[in-house]
């Protein structure tokens, strides 16, 4: 499984710049995103990554999320999407 890992800050800011990426990368394959690189995040990167997953499901490939910043799962459990992320090991 290919691995895309955004490095830096993924904020309001800095988000429109990996979108296309993550698409590209979505679309042609199983993909995990790692966030371990990821030094800053906000409720743009949660977008990102459901916009990354709709592209892998509607190309029949699987996206899973490692290293999720405690942050990013502190809010997709008050956005209540927590459950829709592939998290691996769990969020």
């Not at 698409?23 to 199983?30: F, H, N, P, S, T």
């Not at 990167?45 to 190309?59: G, H, I, P, S």
């Not at 008050?78 to 829709?84: G, K, R, V």
């Amino acid at each position: 499984m290919r691995v895309f890992a955004p490095v830096g800050e993924l904020t309001m800011q800095s988000a429109p710049a990996q979108l296309e990426e993550g698409r590209r990368l979505a679309a042609a394959g199983d993909l995990v995103v790692d966030f371990s690189a990821v030094t800053a995040a906000d409720s743009s990167a949660l977008a990102l990554l459901l916009e990354w997953m709709r592209f892998a499901r509607a190309e029949g490939y699987a996206l899973s999320v490692r290293g999720l910043p405690a942050g990013l799962a502190s809010l997709s459990r008050l956005y209540d999407i927590d459950a829709l992320l592939p998290v691996e090991g769990g969020a």
